[in-house]
């Protein structure tokens, strides 16, 4: 059995991943997961009250050419605020895990938990090499064992990518909610134009 020079940086890869999380703790490591998708609701949900807010201000006011990149200015504002107030506090809370009883299970869970991430961030790495590399393969990815072993982890997730039609339906319905939140009652600009009897204009 074989092995390539590729091997040994996904080797490392997933140790330095298992041993960050196990430094962490898994529930350290949760929070930080689940404090992007608060941040993301939170900032979905108050985006359009944030939106006027954020046309306001002077230096960003000139780059917000309409309604409807305002409110993805207010929400980057909204999202970022709510994550760093997260990540004020999940460290709090993950500290009072590490102090317990707790503590050696949360660290070996942390541990499984960050080798698990390491071996998706390899196979997502995978996906990606094999869209871009096409017909210019490297021999020391396409020989490696790792290659091997995570050929069918890689296909899920190239399956997975490729279909993504409901996904970005309903992305995109999202989406027409919150221009229709924020922007749905904005005033059109009326026409310079004015239409004469004659049927010509002005």
Same mark, same amino acid.
């Given at each position: 059995?074989?092995? $390539?020079?590729?091997?040994?940086?996904?080797? #490392?890869?997933? /140790?330095?991943?298992?041993?960050?999380?196990?430094?962490?703790?898994?529930?350290?490591? +949760?929070?930080? #997961? @689940?404090?992007?998708?608060?941040?993301?609701?939170? +900032?979905?949900?108050?985006?359009?009250?944030? $939106?006027?807010?954020?046309? !306001? #201000? %002077?230096?960003?006011?000139?780059?917000? !050419?309409?309604?409807?990149?305002?409110?993805?200015?207010?929400?980057?504002?909204?999202?970022?605020?709510?994550?760093? /107030?997260?990540?004020?506090?999940?460290?709090?809370?993950?500290?009072?895990?590490?102090?317990?009883?707790?503590?050696?299970?949360?660290q070996g869970l942390g541990f499984l938990f960050g080798a698990i &991430?390491? =071996?998706?961030?390899?196979? /997502?790495?995978?996906?990606?090499?094999?869209?871009?590399?096409?017909? !210019?393969?490297? %021999?020391?990815?396409?020989?490696?064992?790792?290659?091997?072993?995570?050929?069918? +982890?890689?296909? &899920?997730?190239?399956?997975?990518?490729?279909?993504? *039609?409901?996904? =970005? @339906?309903? =992305?995109?319905?999202?989406?027409?909610?919150? =221009?229709?939140?924020?922007?749905?009652?904005?005033?059109? *600009?009326?026409?310079?134009? $004015?239409? $004469?009897?004659?049927?010509?204009?002005?």
């Amino acid at each position: 059995m074989d092995f $390539t020079l590729f091997d040994a940086g996904v080797a #490392i890869v997933i /140790v330095l991943s298992a041993i960050l999380a196990f430094s962490r703790g898994f529930v350290r490591e +949760a929070l930080a #997961i @689940a404090g992007w998708v608060v941040a993301a609701i939170v +900032a979905y949900m108050f985006a359009p009250q944030a $939106t006027p807010l954020v046309q !306001e #201000i %002077p230096v960003i006011a000139d780059f917000l !050419e309409n309604c409807a990149a305002a409110t993805v200015g207010g929400f980057i504002v909204v999202f970022v605020a709510a994550l760093v /107030v997260f990540a004020l506090f999940a460290p709090l809370f993950s500290s009072l895990v590490q102090r317990s009883a707790f503590n050696a299970i949360d660290q070996g869970l942390g541990f499984l938990f960050g080798a698990i &991430r390491g =071996m998706i961030l390899v196979a /997502v790495a995978l996906v990606v090499y094999d869209f871009v590399a096409g017909a !210019e393969a490297l %021999p020391m990815v396409d020989d490696s064992q790792t290659a091997k072993v995570f050929d069918q +982890a890689k296909g &899920r997730i190239a399956g997975d990518i490729g279909d993504q *039609e409901s996904t =970005m @339906a309903w =992305m995109t319905v999202k989406f027409e909610g919150l =221009m229709a939140a924020s922007c749905g009652g904005e005033p059109v *600009e009326p026409s310079t134009n $004015t239409i $004469t009897p004659e049927g010509g204009s002005n």
